[in-house]
């Protein structure tokens, strides 16, 4: 399995469990030490490469792959092309892409993707909150904005709040890009609902999941 934009390799470790055999790369030297690090420290074989998925060669194929929480949609349309040729030649005929997105209504009715959650380790605790400031669907672009507080720890009542600039994808705008690549939208799934659930080619939702086919016919860019 292969996972673009592994970060600090959670995804990794939980399919290296399952007997997988796992590479992930990640453009981040730090999150790429991590998932290292994270692998190594269970003792479970896997490889996380330092590398931008918009433009790899690892030089070998993979049975499937899979891109969460929302990952690809730090990619431009452009940059989501190559990304998609790149994985079209590293997946067998037939094997499986799973891809999970924020996929908006084009009325823009819906609520604004949103989550917030606390996490501790040792000492430390933290707060995350995780909003989307602003979606343009017109210009296809979202401003994702996370703010960290610090709860307990050393550098308790700290706040560190960073923003993202993330592409808006409704299912017309995310199909036809899926359209001009080597892959067909087999299923789609509502990651929101526990397990997910199957849904209609154009659902919308903050935690969709599109299974891509890898067609025969490879489109080289
Ligand atoms: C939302 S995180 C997801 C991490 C991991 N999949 C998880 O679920 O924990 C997105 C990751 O994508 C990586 N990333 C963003 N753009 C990238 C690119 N062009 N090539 C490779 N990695 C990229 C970031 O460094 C970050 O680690």
Redesign the pocket.
């Known amino acids: 399995m292969l996972?673009?934009?592994?970060?600090?390799?959670?995804?990794l470790e939980a399919l290296a469990r399952r007997g997988l055999d796992v590479v992930?790369?990640?453009?981040?030297p730090?999150?790429v030490e991590l998932a290292r690090k994270r692998l190594a420290k269970s003792s479970l074989p896997g490889e996380a490469v330092l590398?931008?998925?918009?433009?790899?060669d690892l030089g070998r194929s993979f049975d499937g792959a899979?891109?969460?929480?929302?990952?690809i949609q730090?990619?431009t349309r452009e940059?989501l092309g190559r990304?998609l040729s790149c994985m079209a030649r590293h997946l067998a005929e037939d094997s499986r892409y799973m891809v999970q997105l924020a996929l908006y209504d084009p009325s823009g009715r819906q609520r604004l993707p949103s989550s917030s959650w606390e996490e501790s380790r040792g000492e430390l605790s933290l707060r995350i909150d995780w909003t989307t400031a602003e979606v343009d669907l017109a210009a296809g672009r979202a401003l994702q904005r996370s703010r960290i507080e610090i709860l307990t720890g050393p550098r308790k009542g700290e706040v560190v709040v960073e923003d993202h600039a993330m592409t808006a994808w409704t299912p017309e705008t995310w199909g036809a890009a899926i359209a001009t690549s080597s892959f067909v939208i087999e299923r789609v799934f509502d990651g929101a609902e526990e397990p997910p659930v199957p849904v209609e080619e154009h659902a919308t939702g903050g935690l969709i999941w599109h299974e891509l086919r890898r067609e025969a016919r490879a489109i080289e860019r």
Request: hydrophobic share 30%.
């Open positions: 996972e673009p934009g592994c970060g600090s390799g959670r995804y992930g790369i990640d453009s981040s730090v999150m590398d931008d998925m918009t433009d790899f899979v891109c969460a929480i929302a990952t730090h990619l940059e990304h």
